[in-house]
């Protein structure tokens, strides 16, 4: 073996450089969308009349995923790629920003301040204790929600489900394509790559996540050129294309440099001097909540489906994965591009074979690139990427084995785990909502001394978390 082999323990894990560097590209190709979406949703949020701008979050959000993914694979040495957290992302535009007062700087200090917060946690380790403490049944359901979770993201992605609009006589929050049908170019891609994707891997040809996302890309970019559909949404005009592209059009890239004058201009004190201390803390502790359970699930489910658990359930250097996640926190909000950490779309590359840092250092370097190909992204629509989603889901739901379906105590709490990461779109209301759930029922059980005592505390910080609008109208926020 090579030097570089015995770092990265690639023919332990039973892995090859060819698989590493396919699973590198399938990694990039299924998550580099957040280059262009991060933008939307920051960019898009005044704080106070301050706008961050579009260009600036997308050099940032390229620089953040490459250097934090890089890390990662260098030194925790795992195929998990990082980049703009989605959720905390949304709630920081949607809720954080909406303070009066506070400036863009100001909240990205907040991000700042939870990051560091987690730092400790992950140093003193409590993050790994609180690991360690989770049930085994909870923990496959875990892998199984996410399963469901990346799953539902490739349909939405596509366009294969949408969301039905409000209005009367509405029965069903999503349905079927658009108005119940499959139309456009877009759709068809998808479909294409599904079934290809499908068939490559039910005959287990080797690289078959990859081909799939290639050839889908390769038919995008004929039909784009051919019929030159569009995107979904043109920005320019404000006008709706139903049948475009989910995000982007397919185009070719094209050079330029980067914008990184965000990079260093957040205020770490900013919201404590606007809001007080007991605001500016209640929304430090939301965020800091998000990232530290979105990150554990997301780890725990990519690591059972890469295999590289030991036979009691840890991940080996989980200190190192979970240490450089929290330094994505810090990291992502010294540059104004929100809290960077492990994407659940990691399984795309694991589902393509890789089991090793190397394959998240090929992504992370394709990140870095992605500063000066505007937009390199272009190249993969979504439709393209979400067949390889479908199936790395359908590869995690078979953990659903694994959970003890006769003890009502953990399969209940493993239910609710798995049904609301997908129907809320959210790994971290999942989690909470079985780890209370878990505990409520060992209580009325009368087995509560089975119950780990930070189950305890970490349920309780989650009924916090689901309770924060009552606490947040009660203190006036």
């Not at 992605?157 to 499959?182: C, E, H, Y």
Request: net charge negative; hydrophobic share 55%.
């Amino acid at each position: 073996m090579s030097r570089l082999d015995r770092y990265f323990k690639i023919t332990e894990r039973g892995s090859n450089y060819s698989r590493e560097i396919r699973g590198g590209f399938a990694t990039f190709f299924a998550m580099s969308y957040i280059v262009v979406l991060n933008p939307l949703i920051l960019s898009g949020a005044d704080s106070n009349g301050d706008s961050l701008g579009s260009a600036r979050v997308a050099a940032v959000t390229a620089l953040v995923a490459g250097i934090m993914t890089i890390l990662m694979g260098a030194w925790a040495k795992h195929p998990f790629a990082m980049a703009a957290g989605l959720g905390v992302n949304a709630f920081i535009a949607v809720t954080v920003a909406a303070n009066p007062g506070l400036t863009w700087p100001d909240v990205m200090g907040l991000v700042i301040i939870s990051g560091v917060t987690m730092l400790v946690l992950v140093l003193t380790g409590f993050r790994t204790a609180v690991f360690n403490a989770v049930p085994t049944s909870l923990k496959s359901a875990i892998v199984v929600g996410i399963g469901m979770f990346i799953a539902l993201i490739g349909l939405v992605n596509a366009g294969f489900v949408r969301r039905v609009p409000d209005a009367a006589g509405t029965t069903v929050p999503v349905g079927l394509g658009f108005d119940g049908s499959l139309t456009g170019w877009p759709i068809l891609v998808f479909i294409v790559g599904l079934l290809l994707t499908i068939a490559l891997v039910v005959r287990q040809t080797k690289g078959a996540i990859l081909i799939g996302i290639v050839v889908s890309a390769i038919l995008a970019n004929i039909l784009e050129a051919v019929f030159d559909i569009g995107p979904s949404f043109d920005a320019a005009t404000g006008t709706a294309n139903p049948q475009g592209w989910s995000l982007v059009a397919p185009s070719m890239p094209t050079w330029a440099l980067p914008d990184l004058s965000l990079v260093g201009e957040a205020n770490v004190f900013g919201a404590f001097s606007t809001l007080g201390a007991t605001s500016a803390l209640l929304l430090a502790f939301v965020i800091l909540l998000s990232i530290f359970f979105d990150a554990m699930g997301t780890m725990v489910g990519l690591a059972n489906e890469a295999g590289t658990v030991d036979k009691d359930g840890n991940i080996p250097d989980v200190d190192k994965v979970l240490l450089v996640d929290a330094m994505g926190a810090v990291v992502g909000g010294g540059a104004s591009g929100s809290s960077s950490q492990i994407y659940v779309e990691s399984g795309a590359g694991i589902g393509e074979g890789a089991r090793t840092g190397l394959a998240s250092i090929v992504t992370g370097v394709l990140f870095l690139a992605a500063m000066f190909l505007t937009p390199l992204i272009h190249l993969v629509p979504f439709e393209a990427v979400a067949p390889a989603l479908v199936v790395v889901g359908f590869m995690m739901i078979s953990h659903v084995s694994k959970i003890d379906w006769n003890d009502w105590g953990v399969a209940i709490p493993a239910f609710l785990t798995f049904v609301l990461m997908p129907f809320t779109y959210s790994i971290a209301n999942g989690i909470g909502a079985g780890f209370v759930a878990f505990v409520f029922i060992r209580s009325i059980q009368g087995r509560a001394r089975e119950v780990h005592p930070l189950m305890w505390v970490v349920a309780g910080a989650f009924v916090l978390f689901f309770g924060i609008g009552v606490i947040e109208q009660a203190i006036g926020i």
